[in-house]
């Protein structure tokens, strides 16, 4: 059987779609969804409601994001604390917040936050940072003692994740496999074509292989500048020339 794992979406309906017709290409049976569905994006009620459409659907897994969350249970409270640290998203946020409507923000809600499951004999859990807390981050550089410390208590075989937008894989020492996916919407790696990881599982084995997808960034972007929060142009730059995580 063929696994697709998907993540941080943020709103991007051209990643998305183009993702999703690579992945009909590769004839996935599963597609996995670790979260981030629309945060400072394009078209983020356009996203939900794809979603929406299939959480009855049994291909799809889904769970939520920290950004998620943060858009559901938006307050004015979290919106003075996020812009301290970083203003660009405090104003994303803050519009997210205005223009997605109760029903979405009720399913992001109600999303579970982490998802054990099996697949063709292996034990997946799906975190969207990592198994001690959804906004933990698991890039390239972390030190390998470090995730295995995040990976205490865990059972599953194979531990999917996202969050950093920067795809990357380690092995542990107790022989469990931890990929992160990557990011479809707003991806930061130097070629910023929308990513996302397959997995190939047969006789309990597993193959893994994060793919590069191009899609229309320039229309993308457009849509982004034309939100006119503060910052939105920003934003709308960096899908295509990425350059920092965080504003």
């Known amino acids: 059987m063929k696994i697709a794992v998907i993540s941080d979406i943020h709103g991007n309906m051209e990643a998305l779609e183009a993702v999703m017709k690579d992945i009909a290409d590769r004839m996935c049976s599963r597609i996995f969804v670790l979260g981030d569905y629309a945060m400072a994006g ?26 998620d969350l943060m858009i559901a249970d938006y307050s004015e409270d979290l919106y003075n604390q996020l812009k301290g640290k970083a203003p660009v998203m405090a104003e994303a946020l803050k519009n997210d917040a205005e223009i997605i409507n109760p029903l979405e923000k009720e399913f992001l809600k109600n999303l579970p936050i982490q998802l054990e499951l099996t697949e063709g004999g292996v034990k997946f859990l799906l975190v ?26 865990v059972e599953a075989d194979i531990i999917l994740c996202g969050h950093t937008h920067i795809p990357c894989g380690f092995q542990t020492s107790k022989k469990k496999t931890v990929v992160n996916t990557g990011s479809i919407g707003r991806p930061f790696t130097p070629e910023p074509k929308a990513c996302y990881l397959t997995i190939s599982v047969e006789n309990k084995e597993c193959v893994f292989e994060h793919h590069f997808v191009e899609y229309n960034k320039e229309q993308a972007s457009d849509k982004l500048r034309k939100r006119q929060f503060n910052g939105a142009d920003k934003l709308a730059e960096m899908l295509l020339d990425p350059k920092t995580r965080h504003f």
Not at 42 to 67: A, C, D, H, L, W
């Open 42 to 67: 394009p078209e983020p009620s356009e996203v939900i409601e794809y979603f929406m459409k299939r959480k009855e659907n049994p291909v799809f897994k889904m769970i939520q994001g920290n950004t």
């Open 128 to 153: 969207h940072g990592s198994p001690r807390r959804n906004n933990e981050d698991i890039l390239p550089d972390t030190p390998l003692e470090e995730v295995e410390k995040m990976l205490e208590n």
